[in-house]
């Protein structure tokens, strides 16, 4: 099993910048694959970004704005976000897929809230 706890998240003006972090623990050799989601109200969950494998995914409209990074030794998972818009308003999630193919994600956190205004 993994744990995942994210952090990190803020109310911040337009055009303002965040890192948002998430600490892994437990079996870490199923986090082959790991990524950060976010879900608006009355909006469904979303992927922003991914990592693994050796690849680096992000979502169109985040694409130039947000950077996804992983730090083994620390177990930790980064999204940094940088000229936020009002859109970007969200709770994000973080997330560890076993299997590498960033399709199927096995262990959530409990996400941390992001509002831009």
């Known amino acids: 099993h993994v744990q995942l706890v994210e952090s990190g998240g803020a109310s911040v003006q337009t055009g303002g910048s965040l890192r948002l972090s998430c600490a892994f623990s437990?079996?870490?050799?199923?986090?082959?694959?790991m990524g950060w989601f976010r879900q608006a109200p009355g909006k469904e969950r979303e992927a922003v970004a991914a990592?693994?494998?050796?690849?680096?995914y992000y979502a169109d409209s985040v694409k130039g704005r947000l950077t996804i990074s992983r730090d083994n030794a620390k177990n930790t998972l980064y999204l940094q976000m940088k000229s936020l818009k009002p859109e970007d308003t969200a709770v994000y999630y973080c997330?560890?897929?076993?299997?590498?193919?960033?399709?199927?994600?096995?262990?959530w956190g409990q996400g941390t809230q992001v509002t831009v205004s």
């Open positions: 437990g079996n870490t050799r199923n986090t082959h694959c």
């Open positions: 997330a560890a897929d076993r299997s590498g193919y960033c399709v199927s994600y096995d262990y």
């Open positions: 990592t693994g494998g050796g690849s680096t």
